[in-house]
């Protein structure tokens, strides 16, 4: 896919995750790779309105080159963009049920949300690291994302929210969707003694679709 139609691509799918609560105001960001660097939702844009030319583009530097003044967050797609170079988008969302998730696990928790549909597994895999608390555009977090990001496709960020990564941006998205879905299932199904997949299943869908 060429650049102008990931552009529009993105500001497509950002606005579907907007029209269905899955980010609000001005809150998440997006970005993807590209052969020479990245495009980035702009700083301060809502997903609902994202304008395909305007949206943010960086060198293979993460120098802005292009378009508006990228995200604030940028960092945080630069430190799963360089752990994962499988990754060909990241997903940043304050969705309700997996921010809930992140303000109920401990930091260091390193599956806060059981195996409990085998989706869930396919999207996210086994392992979704909680990232302790940092204040919003506070790039000492980089390291700890880049970090929990080389074993983790995606992780939680305590008391913020959902970064996630895909292998392509609809791969990004519909992993981030899962997981806010498996994150409502779970806080539905809190203390009701739901079973979940075995080890064993777990595996199987690891080797087949991981």
């Known amino acids: 896919m060429d650049e102008a139609a990931l552009r529009a691509q993105l500001a497509m ?21 590209l052969p020479d660097g990245y495009l980035m939702t702009p700083t301060n844009s809502c997903l609902g309105r994202l304008d395909p030319a305007r949206i943010s583009k960086l060198a293979p530097d993460w120098s802005h ?7 604030k967050e940028v960092f945080m797609h630069r430190a799963v963009l360089t752990a994962r170079p499988d990754a060909g988008a ?11 998730i992140g303000c109920l696990a401990e930091p260091g928790t390193a599956a ?10 396919m999207r996210i895999g086994r392992a979704l690291p909680v990232i302790r608390y940092y ?3 506070d790039g000492a977090m980089e390291a700890d994302i880049h970090d929990a990001a080389k074993s983790a496709k995606a992780v939680l960020l305590a008391n913020h929210g959902p970064v996630v990564s895909g292998r392509t941006l ?5 992993a981030a969707e899962e997981l806010e879905e498996a994150a409502r299932l779970a806080l539905l199904l809190r203390g009701a003694g739901a079973r979940e997949l075995t080890p ?11």
């Open 170 to 174: 609809e791969d990004a998205v519909h």
């Open 13 to 33: 799918l950002g606005a579907s995750l907007f029209a269905r609560g899955y980010s609000v105001g001005t809150a998440g960001n997006i970005s993807v790779r």
């Open 90 to 100: 990241v997903v940043h969302l304050h969705s309700t049920h997996a921010t809930a």
């Open 65 to 71: 080159i292009g378009g508006d003044k990228p995200s």
């Open 112 to 121: 806060p949300i059981p195996p409990l549909t085998p989706y869930f597994v």
């Open 200 to 210: 064993a299943q777990v595996d199987d869908l690891l080797a087949t679709f991981g």
């Open 135 to 137: 204040r919003p555009g």
